[in-house]
């Protein structure tokens, strides 16, 4: 089949902040760099959908001229990511990102980003907005850019990164793109799961072509679900929505006996739990413990209404967040009309952001020489719980991971040819086509989301675990090969596109079940109830996943430490939690 080919010295995959920052910092030193987005450029990923504050520490802020905490310091921000990731952070990838946050934030004022307003650690702005931004001075600095362009895989020869088969989704061509160091920045993998927050596009391109091509992943069992999510009704499913309400101003949150959920709890915790980032972690373990105990909403949720909280408080801050009702593309004028009566909407925990991922060395490689990461598909910054902003990890890390993948590509001497691999590869894609009959990838995808969202929740144990492990394999074994296409068109080809993604999909959750069976604990987003103690003595380490003979093997190793040394002894997961929040410094609010 006739395909383009194209050279450069760096390519960069992924269209969203990472991406882009890492495309920039690559360009600035000269390099011939080519950025790749999936979807549309600089409205892809989850860098557009962001609520978008970018975090630091206050005396930074301040000297900056922005309203900022003057009494904080990077010490104590050091402190509350590690605290904030019950301790299982990377501490020199935390470092990094605490001393670089201030110039990637003056960096980005200086190329014309507005923002809403400050606070004590953070500026607040919007994700579309970042973008724009980060477009305009790419486009300035000379980056080239290719739009729905999806990747397929890596090209690598004696564990060296050679170039990518993509995918040109608008006219079906495949594409060869050959590189000198190629930077992997494309975010997380939401459309494993259902119901998710993200956008369709993340499905985890790269984060799985990157272990199929011999890179190792980290802690993939630690997922961030946000709390308070649309369940019902359908037309409002995974919206934020509820979320963002909830947190600005509270409400009452039921379960099926109309009983208050949070009354059995600890009010520190509570307070905490409901009024900072921590809520998405304490919330979403409280709504499945309802569900998961018989005191659930008919969907798996619980209910929210706005309680004893004036109608004026709600109307004042659904007009900031959702000016007339609207709020992305969502009419909820409907919403608005219950609020007013009191009558409970469902909502639910929904996956937003994921802490494993690619596992990279302080200079953001990888496993593989050439191989660089940056943002959400790697793992180590956050530990086992975020609570600090992806915003500043995309953009710090994507500038190292682009300075460092452009010095890496000046150092090599011409390109290799690789197309009888990336042939082969063209081989596997198309054999979709050849299957006369057999099960629409769209109704796989939608099981294997459901049963996700089921097994590999914010409560997990070992018996749902297993079942999932077990059906995972059965779709490898008898689902994957028999994908039927209806359609033989290659442009635009949706259900193409599903059957291409689908076996990533299913590898990154098989090694998220596999990592979660193995930690035979509760710590941060994971937390098993036939092990509910955060086990300090026998758990404080990180999870590693690589294929060894095609098999998917999970090992641990220790935890990096530079200057805050790691607690001992094993103590009930909610009581960890509370002993956490009241290790937060006294200076900067939560984020």
């Not at 970018?54 to 590690?82: W, Y």
């Not at 569900?291 to 709600?314: F, L, N, Q």
């Not at 007339?324 to 919403?335: I, P, Q, V």
């Amino acid at each position: 089949m006739a395909y383009d080919s194209l050279e450069t010295d760096v390519l960069v995959i992924g269209g969203g902040g990472a991406g882009f920052r890492a495309a920039i910092a690559a360009r600035e030193k000269d390099a011939d760099v080519l950025l790749m987005s999936k979807g549309p450029l600089a409205r892809c990923g989850a860098s557009p959908m962001a609520g978008a504050d970018f975090t630091l520490d206050g005396h930074s802020l301040n000297k900056l001229g922005l309203t900022g905490d003057p009494n904080d310091s990077m010490e104590k921000v050091f402190n509350d990511i590690v605290t904030q990731g019950f301790y299982l952070n990377n501490q020199k990838m935390i470092d990094h990102y605490v001393h670089r946050a201030p110039e990637l934030l003056k960096d980005m004022l200086d190329w014309g980003l507005d923002y809403y307003f400050s606070d004590q650690r953070a500026v607040f702005t919007s994700g579309i907005h970042i973008m724009d931004v980060l477009l305009k001075k790419a486009r300035s600095a000379g980056v080239k850019m290719l739009e729905d362009v999806m990747l397929l895989d890596l090209a690598v020869q004696d564990n060296t990164v050679k170039g990518v088969l993509a995918l040109d989704i608008k006219s079906g061509k495949f594409m060869h793109l050959r590189a000198k160091s190629i930077v992997m920045a494309t975010g997380g993998w939401h459309k494993a799961f259902w119901p998710n927050t993200g956008m369709r596009d993340l499905s985890g391109d790269g984060v799985a072509a990157a272990y199929r091509a011999g890179a190792s992943l980290g802690n993939m069992e630690f997922i961030t679900f946000c709390c308070n999510v649309f369940y019902h009704p359908p037309i409002w499913r995974g919206s934020l929505a509820p979320y963002i309400l909830s947190l600005l101003c509270g409400g009452l949150l039921t379960n099926s006996q109309g009983q208050d959920i949070l009354k059995p709890y600890d009010e520190y915790t509570v307070k905490i739990g409901t009024t900072s980032e921590w809520n998405k972690t304490f919330l979403s373990y409280l709504t499945v413990r309802e569900a998961k105990e018989g005191r659930g909403c008919a969907h798996g949720g619980v209910h929210y209404s706005r309680g004893d909280v004036p109608m004026s408080t709600i109307n004042m801050f659904a007009g900031m967040m959702f000016p007339n009702w609207k709020y992305k593309a969502l009419d909820l004028t409907g919403w608005g009309k219950m609020l007013e009566n009191n009558e409970p909407a469902e909502v639910g925990p929904a996956v937003e952001y994921f802490e494993g991922g690619i596992l990279v060395n302080p200079q953001f490689e990888t496993d593989i020489q050439g191989l660089f990461a940056a943002g959400e598909c790697t793992t180590g910054l956050f530990g086992a719980n975020r609570v600090f902003s992806a915003i500043t990890e995309m953009l710090v890390q994507g500038l190292d991971a682009g300075q460092n993948a452009a010095d890496y590509a000046m150092k090599i001497k011409g390109h290799n040819n690789m197309s009888n691999r990336l042939m082969d590869f063209e081989r596997k894609a198309e054999s979709h086509f050849a299957n006369k009959t057999g099960i629409n990838p769209a109704q796989i995808r939608r099981e294997v989301q459901e049963k996700a969202h089921k097994y590999l929740g914010p409560i997990r144990n070992a018996r749902e675990l297993t079942d999932f492990i077990v059906f995972l394999e059965s779709i490898k074994n008898n689902g994957i090969g028999n994908l039927h296409i209806s359609s033989n068109s290659r442009a635009y080809n949706k259900e193409w596109i599903d059957a291409l993604e689908l076996p990533g999909i299913i590898h990154l959750l098989e090694a998220a079940a596999r990592c979660a069976l193995a930690r035979t604990e509760s710590r941060g987003t994971h937390f098993r109830e036939d092990f509910p103690a955060t086990d300090n003595d026998r758990w404080l380490k990180e999870s590693v996943v690589s294929s060894a003979g095609g098999k998917l093997h999970v090992a641990t190793r220790p935890v990096t430490v530079l200057s805050t040394p790691l607690p001992s002894g094993s103590m009930p997961y909610l009581e960890m939690m509370k002993k956490l929040m009241e290790t937060h410094s006294d200076t900067g609010g939560h984020h």
